[in-house]
């Protein structure tokens, strides 16, 4: 079955913790990409790859940290966690021409 | 990177075609246009996607006019089911998306 699969998909931590969300794919996509959903603020992209070794920022990529060193996984980094991370985070990955298939969210609280 | 503008929501009742359209006026000459639709808790899920004139699938069509800066996702007698946000994208082929914040749609019996 293909999928995205993320985890954990629930993390209560403090500040100033490192952390990782990991995201895998199995449908051989060479796009990927990490979102954050806060209420009234929609989707804001945040990192994305377009390939193995090739990342870029998106429009909130400050306090993040990502690495592409295989094609299947996507892992999103917090190096020292803030409260104002809070949020729910989407991993995607996509084929041609802007069609993404998201992964089930993490819902991260930095306390 | 070409923004986008929708209406923040919309009512509608069961069996009603609804439409909801989106304002691209910076939309670049590769930008295809693509929307997807999410329930609360989920991922964003494709629905659709288009150039120009009109794409049609089994869940809905997507009209595009001739100069592009506008678009119109319609579904056909919807149901309490598509009670959902619904958003438009514009973007060539993988790089930066942006969102927004769509359109929360609300299906009522």
């Known amino acids: 079955e293909a999928q995205v699969t993320q985890n954990p998909r629930y993390l209560i931590t403090v500040t100033g913790k490192k952390l990782t969300v990991t995201c895998s794919q199995n449908m051989n996509h060479e796009y990927m990409s990490w979102y954050r959903q806060d209420p009234g603020l929609g989707l804001r992209q945040i990192y994305y790859?377009?390939?193995?070794?090739?990342?870029d920022k998106g429009d909130v990529p400050e306090g993040y940290k990502v690495s592409r060193k295989e094609k299947r996984n996507f892992p999103l980094i917090l190096e020292s966690p803030s409260p104002n991370q809070t949020s729910l985070y989407f991993c995607?990955?996509?084929?041609?021409?802007?069609?993404?298939?998201f992964g089930p969210g993490t819902r991260l609280t930095v306390l | 990177l070409a923004k986008t503008t929708q209406p923040i929501s919309m009512d509608s009742y069961e069996g009603q075609e609804v439409n909801i359209t989106c304002s691209h006026n910076n939309i670049a000459t590769n930008d295809y246009i693509t929307w997807y639709q999410q329930f609360p808790s989920q991922g964003p899920r494709f629905i659709i996607q288009g150039y120009k004139t009109k794409v049609t699938n089994e869940v809905a069509s997507l009209f595009i006019p001739a100069d592009r800066k506008s678009s119109t996702l319609s579904l056909p007698r919807v149901s309490l089911s598509d009670t959902a946000v619904y958003y438009c994208?514009?973007?060539?082929?993988?790089?930066?998306?942006?969102f927004g914040s769509g359109t929360k749609l609300n299906v009522k019996p």
């Open positions: 994208l514009v973007g060539d082929n993988f790089n930066k998306f942006y």
């Open positions: 995607a990955t996509g084929t041609a021409y802007n069609e993404q298939f």
């Open positions: 790859s377009m390939n193995v070794e090739v990342t």
